[in-house]
């Protein structure tokens, strides 16, 4: 598949600059870090009692803050262009239909990495207090980015299928949900009624009590990183 690099530029400076000439932009990553610092440091007491600078406390809280942050950078990627009828230009141009989503996809991820970037604040607070673990905080953040980078693709394929921004986040969130508490399906496989080779296509899927986006989240960002774990994330942006 040929993918023209001068088309994915245009398309995805476009879309990130359209992102980032908002207030709104500024509103989120604003809240995100502030956010961010609350669990870590004032959501409970496990930071002062466990005594150790790290964030695993934030760990623990993260993947429910994307749940409802990652909706608000995904819901306007489609449902603004066929709201305002621009869609139809775009799929227009002397671009591929691979060129527009991949271009689109990676100016949700930049604005996402931007996010991340000023919540390392957080590692350098915690490196004034005591020597940190640079190798679990990374692993931490490569934790951060593969789960949100497989939330932002889910909630792209919700914004397309509405021109309503606010269907669009609720949709995005519904189905990072079902994804992220898919474990908790595997109980209930007894009673639908399926046949084993349909349990075993779910299973495959991450719908198991092992799998699953928010176990293979917390492996990684234990500083386990697995395959497996890659794998999967990767396989849902894909």
């Not at 002062?48 to 406390?57: F, G, K, P, T, W």
């Not at 995904?74 to 227009?92: A, F, H, I, Q, R």
């Not at 934790?143 to 397309?160: C, D, N, R």
């Not at 699953?212 to 774990?229: E, K, P, R, V």
Request: glycine share 4%; aromatic share 16%.
């Amino acid at each position: 598949m040929i993918c023209r690099r001068h088309v994915v530029k245009a398309i995805f400076k476009r879309n990130l600059l359209s992102f980032f000439n908002s207030p709104a932009a500024y509103v989120f990553i604003t809240i995100f870090i502030v956010a961010c610092a609350l669990f870590q440091f004032t959501w409970d007491q496990s930071f002062y009692l466990n005594n150790m600078a790290e964030l695993s406390v934030l760990n623990k809280y993260f993947p429910y803050l994307l749940l409802f942050f990652i909706p608000v950078i995904t819901m306007n990627v489609w449902s603004e262009e066929k709201k305002l009828g621009t869609d139809e230009y775009l799929l227009t141009l002397p671009a591929s239909d691979f060129e527009v989503v991949l271009s689109k996809y990676l100016s949700i991820l930049c604005t996402y990495c931007i996010s991340l970037l000023f919540s390392m604040g957080l590692v350098v607070f915690l490196n004034s207090l005591a020597d940190l673990d640079w190798g679990l905080i990374v692993a931490n953040y490569v934790s951060y980015l593969l789960l949100g980078a497989a939330m932002l693709s889910v909630g792209m394929v919700a914004s397309i299928l509405t021109k309503n921004n606010t269907i669009a986040f609720i949709l995005s969130l519904l189905f990072n949900a079902v994804l992220m508490f898919s474990t908790f399906l595997a109980v209930i496989y007894d009673f639908l009624p399926i046949s084993d080779k349909q349990v075993g296509f779910f299973k495959s899927l991450g719908f198991n009590d092992k799998g699953g986006m928010l176990n293979h989240f917390q492996d990684l960002a234990s500083g386990i990183l697995t395959f497996s774990g890659v794998v999967y994330f990767l396989s849902i942006v894909a």
